[in-house]
């Protein structure tokens, strides 16, 4: 009997560790699970028009955020002047120790992307695309912020009033998905128009420029009213790393010019043009 107590012990122990070994792993991916979006929500969770909102992955209703949050800008008057980038600061009054965002700008008449959101503070805030539309949400490192900042590009020309959907979450920080409050807010702004009765240089240039990706080239058009034979181009991602630069030949009148730039990853890209100290930009995609 004495010599099978030793086997015994043996396999109890397995056994044991098996167990725990389970255990640990299965509490590890419950831990994985509830913190899947502390960097960051998918695409399309604003409650814009058409979208879901952060009670798709978090329990309960989602509350007014219109007293307890605000979106201000640089601009003024409420307005925006096409083709001008503005800083922007989602600002919330009721955060807890973690909290989260995610902005959408949209312009009204279609409920489709307006201008280009622009991360400018990559340790707390990035962004995502789905759907035709970039979004900026909060990093893991921008759980603890009450207010962040990012870029909106203005669109080239004016698509008349241009609305910030935004959903941020007010987290209890439990790991979990239940017990925290979900807020919606909202925030408009007014296309201010041509100011100039008489069309400048600049803004025959800015209406002129045309970039787009096609058969893995991005491809430029725009007409040169300046005296310059150079022009250079840079391209930026929506993180505004510059990825690409480029000097171009150029001759008066309307131009045609592609960039002879590396592969770029799929995603939301600026390429701006620069000629006779004016610069124009424009937002293209890779899918």
């Not at 831990?31 to 979006?37: E, G, S, V």
């Not at 280009?116 to 921008?142: E, F, K, M, R």
């Not at 017990?179 to 041509?194: E, M, P, R, V, W």
């Not at 124009?280 to 890779?286: D, E, L, M, S």
Request: aromatic share 10%; proline share 3%.
């Amino acid at each position: 009997m004495k010599k099978l107590i030793f086997p015994s012990l043996l396999i109890i122990g397995c056994l044991s560790l098996n167990s725990f070994v389970s255990n640990n792993y299965e509490f590890s991916l419950h831990n994985q699970a509830n913190n899947f979006f502390t960097g960051g929500a998918p695409a399309s969770r604003t409650g814009a028009p058409g979208e879901a909102n952060c009670t798709a992955c978090h329990g309960g209703g989602a509350n007014d955020g219109s007293t307890t949050s605000s979106i201000t800008f640089s601009g003024s008057n409420n307005e925006y002047q096409p083709g001008l980038t503005y800083n922007m600061t989602l600002s919330i009054n009721n955060g807890a120790n973690k909290n989260g965002f995610q902005v959408v700008a949209l312009e009204n008449s279609g409920n489709t992307n307006a201008g280009a959101l622009i991360v400018t503070d990559p340790t707390n805030t990035t962004s995502v695309s789905g759907a035709g539309n970039t979004y900026i949400n909060q990093t893991a490192s921008g759980t603890n912020q009450n207010s962040w900042n990012f870029d909106w590009s203005a669109p080239s020309t004016s698509l008349g009033d241009v609305t910030f959907y935004y959903a941020y979450n007010v987290s209890n920080a439990d790991g979990g998905n239940a017990g925290d409050q979900i807020y919606l807010g909202q925030f408009t702004l007014q296309s201010a128009g041509n100011p100039f009765s008489i069309e400048s240089d600049r803004e025959k240039l800015e209406q002129s420029f045309i970039a787009f990706y096609n058969n893995n080239r991005i491809n430029l058009e725009f007409s040169n009213f300046y005296n310059s034979d150079l022009a250079f181009v840079k391209v930026y991602n929506i993180e505004g790393k510059c990825v690409h630069v480029e000097d171009i030949s150029i001759a008066a009148g309307q131009n045609q010019s592609t960039l002879q730039t590396t592969p770029l990853s799929e995603g939301i890209y600026l390429v701006s043009l620069f000629l006779d100290n004016n610069v124009v930009t424009r937002k293209i995609a890779i899918n």
